[in-house]
T-cell receptor, first 113, second 110 residues
């Protein structure tokens, strides 16, 4: 049963610290999405990769967020420095170009104190 | 005003009832419409997908799209306690960027 995996599942950190979240997309998928979910804003797209190339990161605060895909099996989302307003659940999703279904991971629950 | 509006509920119904969920949207370029189901502390999963206006049925689930009114609906027949979840509508015009509704939390009482 292929699944998207995300680590860590939970993270509590202090303001100003660096946070790195990791995602392993389903083997063979060529698209990767990073989303953020909060009660106030709902689910928002942060970044989109196709064939490991970043095609859209317009949803990310550029000064503190960065997203990369060092290889086809790993996507990372980094926040430096973190702020309390970054507290949210961060989801990674993967899929195929032209196929509607995005498969979501279980999310990383981030709390920045 | 958000592109996609969805009443967050919560909605509580007895087992066996019909659950009716809906979203309105403002972007007339949206062509692809989806419903996702999200269980507590899990990621969303795609439930239904429709293109343009019309109805689509899958088991107990029916999705409707009315592009002229910019209104989409999801109906769940013979609801079960296992249907208790948050239901998010989502839509897009281009090839990948989804706009999500806020989600409606549904509880089906046994």
């Amino acid at each position: 049963d292929a699944r998207v995996t995300q680590t860590p599942r939970h993270k509590v950190t202090e303001m100003g610290q660096e946070v790195t979240m990791r995602c392993q997309p389903i083997l063979g998928h060529n698209t990767v999405f990073w989303y953020r979910q909060t009660m106030m804003q709902g689910l928002e797209l942060l970044a989109y990769f196709r064939n490991r190339a970043p095609l859209d990161d317009s949803g990310m605060p550029k000064d503190r967020f960065s997203a990369e895909m060092p290889d086809a099996t790993l996507a990372t989302l980094k926040i430096q420095p973190s702020e309390p307003r970054d507290s949210a659940v961060y989801f990674c999703a993967s899929g195929y170009t032209g196929v509607e279904t995005q498969y979501f991971g279980p999310g990383t629950r981030l709390l920045v104190l | 005003q958000k592109e996609v509006e969805q009443d967050p509920g919560p909605l509580s119904v007895p087992e066996g009832a019909i659950v009716s969920l809906n979203c309105t949207y403002s972007n007339s370029a949206f062509q692809y419409f989806m419903w996702y189901r999200q269980y507590s502390r899990k990621g969303p999963e795609l439930l239904m997908y429709t293109y343009s206006s019309g109805n689509k049925e899958d088991g107990r689930f029916t999705a409707q799209v009315d592009k002229s009114s910019k209104y989409i609906s999801l109906f769940i027949r013979d609801s079960q306690p296992s249907d208790s979840a948050t239901y998010l509508c989502a839509m897009r015009s281009g090839d990948y960027k989804l706009s999500f509704g806020a989600g409606t939390t549904v509880t089906v009482r046994a």
